[in-house]
């Protein structure tokens, strides 16, 4: 299908509720990516919970250095001595989350990276975009005379340089990945260049293309190789006018018109930028509606408000079949054909062209034949503690995957969660990840952010096990700062189940809401019930009221209050 690929679409198998949610970095990346080192108190060698470990404790795990890593064989018997306790490929979000809290459970880490620090996420991803989306959410400010007015405000005609745009977004990753990159070498972490594949049990070669490789073995091994743009046949990618979002982010070209290939998160983020930079916009979407993924009354309004009154217009149920680049002074051509009949629709003519159909898992080279591994759809196999399963449905030992690669959750905060909890597995506490309660947003102008179930996820489980739900809802125009900063225009809705005040699902769109939903997921994660967090103190007048109001309108029968205890669905 050619709609964007939703995180919250993907089937997950049962796990229990989440334990501890201490140690998840928001997108994955703790105080140390923005810059800030305790570099004295690393000299000092003393013991903090950025990770460092004193020298007057014993590492959780004591590494057995090998006499001449690259001189192991690559059978397959696991090696009886190991370099270090723990090898990750792949230095993303994930990767670098997993070993940052490695190094403070005291294991010797090292991390294997091909490309560059801080994968899809800081380099192609989240931290581009956001500032792009940054200017964006300017431009609509400084272009909205009628909200400027109703301020007092008079401003003159707006405008932006193209390239200071696009130079913004570089010098913002760049800023990043290196402060990633100045973290790990501080901590201890041994940055290993190249590709890494996996020749045996426990052992990892790695190099890059026309070098020498080097093999390395390690007691535990975690993949977290990440995910590429997925671009579906027929369409023909030229970094130019046909692009994916690596493309986009560079800014080379705002066009007058440019087609979106799916309307996810990707697709609306990036009809965000453009029509605020001043592009028209048109819609290419498979299923029947646009925004598949989100909550259905939140898509709704969410189309009125980001859709609607903006040059955008959109196809519904039609696939892309054929998309061909501009060339010789011919336009971009995109053929389209009904999505159930397969029968040809339309055939436009674009400046450009942006895939935003989600993403595939990265995962070819690995060596997972190796092991005896097969993929699924590029998705590497696991079960709920992110343990590798062969072929023969058998669990691989001291094998993890994490992140987009194992296809449970494509965020990034996701993938560093998951590489926490493999860390609190690995140094002996048993630690179920619950997906249900990861949120997840899009940053739009005003932004979306939902965790747990749609309501018509949440109707299909309660007819399943026999219960029943409700649902409460708030107006951002009842919120005093909403109104004070004349952004009324959102909603926010709880569903939850009556009988026991459980939360099923938050979804709020409306004036930083990406911001405001972390309340809920953290709720849901620790198991806190509405009964409970209603007598929670919000300060007033906040925007965080709106979460408030919801808690107390929502009508609980159980006076229960010990926190939910049941397995999630995930």
């Known amino acids: 299908m050619q709609a964007s690929v939703s995180p919250l679409s993907t089937s997950h198998s049962p796990h229990s509720i989440l334990q501890s949610y201490s140690n998840l970095r928001l997108c994955g990346l703790g105080k140390e990516a923005l810059g800030f080192h305790p570099l004295s108190q690393l000299q000092n060698c003393e013991f903090r919970r950025i990770g460092i470990v004193s020298s007057k404790r014993r590492p959780r795990r004591q590494a ?62 989240c931290v581009p975009s956001k500032a792009l989306l940054a200017v964006s959410g300017r431009m609509r400010e400084l272009q909205d005379d009628h909200h400027l007015k109703a301020l007092g405000l008079q401003v003159a005609a707006a405008g932006y340089n193209r390239q200071a745009v696009a130079d913004h977004a570089s010098n913002l990753a760049s800023k990043i990945r290196g402060n ?51 671009v579906p046949k027929g369409i023909e990618v030229d970094g130019k006018t046909v692009i994916t979002s690596d493309h986009a982010l560079k800014l080379e070209l705002v066009p007058d018109w440019i087609a ?74 995109i053929e389209l054909i009904d999505a159930k009949t397969k029968e ?83 140094t002996g506490n048993d630690h179920v990840l619950n997906h249900l309660s990861i949120p997840a947003a899009c940053f739009t102008h005003p932004e979306i952010s939902m965790v747990g179930l749609t309501e018509p996820q949440a109707k299909e489980k309660a007819e399943k096990e026999g219960f029943k739900i409700s649902i409460a809802k708030t107006s951002f125009k009842a ?55 209603k007598f929670a103190v919000h300060a007033h007048p906040t925007l965080s009221e709106v979460l408030d109001e919801l808690y107390k309108m929502a009508k609980v029968n159980s006076h229960i209050t010990k926190p939910v205890s049941e397995p999630a669905l995930v």
């Not at 293309?209 to 743009?229: F, L």
């Not at 909550?295 to 955008?312: S, T, Y």
């Open 180 to 230: 990633l990159t100045n973290s790990l070498k501080a901590l201890g972490v041994d940055i290993l260049t190249g590709f890494g594949t996996i020749v045996g049990p426990q052992k990892v070669k790695y190099g890059m293309v026309g070098s020498s490789e080097n093999v390395v073995t390690a007691k535990d091994i975690i993949i977290a190789t990440g995910s590429v743009p997925f």
């Open 64 to 125: 057995i250095f090998s006499a001449s890593a690259a001189a192991i064989d690559n059978g397959s018997s696991p090696p009886t001595s190991f370099d270090y306790d723990l090898v990750i490929i792949g230095a993303g979000v994930g990767g670098h989350g997993a070993a940052l809290h490695a190094v403070e459970k005291g294991l010797k880490t090292a991390i294997i990276e091909g490309d560059v620090m801080g994968g899809t996420c800081v380099n192609r991803g």
């Open 260 to 333: 979106i290939v799916g309307s996810g998160y990707i697709g609306l983020e990036f009809s965000d930028v453009y029509t605020a930079l001043g592009s028209e916009v048109t819609f290419i979407e498979a299923l029947d509606q646009l925004m598949p993924g989100f909550d259905p009354e939140i898509g709704k309004l969410a189309q009125r408000v980001l859709i609607n009154p903006r040059k955008i217009d959109h196809y519904t149920g039609v696939f892309a079949t054929k998309i061909t680049p501009a060339k010789d002074g011919k336009p971009v051509t």
């Open 479 to 533: 919120n005093t700062k909403a109104l004070a900063e004349n952004e009324g225009e959102g909603l926010a809705k709880l569903i939850y189940r009556p009988d026991n005040g459980e939360i099923l699902g938050v979804h709020i769109f409306g004036l930083h809401a990406a911001d405001l939903i972390h309340e809920a997921s953290n709720a849901m994660a620790l198991g806190t019930r509405i009964q409970d967090i």
């Open 344 to 426: 040809p629709k339309d055939t436009l003519e674009v400046d450009a062209a942006l895939i935003a159909t989600g993403r595939a898992p990265f995962t070819k080279g690995l060596g997972l034949d190796n092991i005896n591994v097969e993929t699924q759809r590029g998705f590497v196999p696991v079960d709920e503690r992110m343990r590798v399963i062969d072929a023969d449905g058998k669990l691989i030992p001291h094998l993890y995957c994490i992140g987009d690669a194992n296809g449970k959750l494509m965020l990034a905060h996701a993938a560093s969660a998951q590489g926490i909890s493999v860390i609190e597995q690995l």
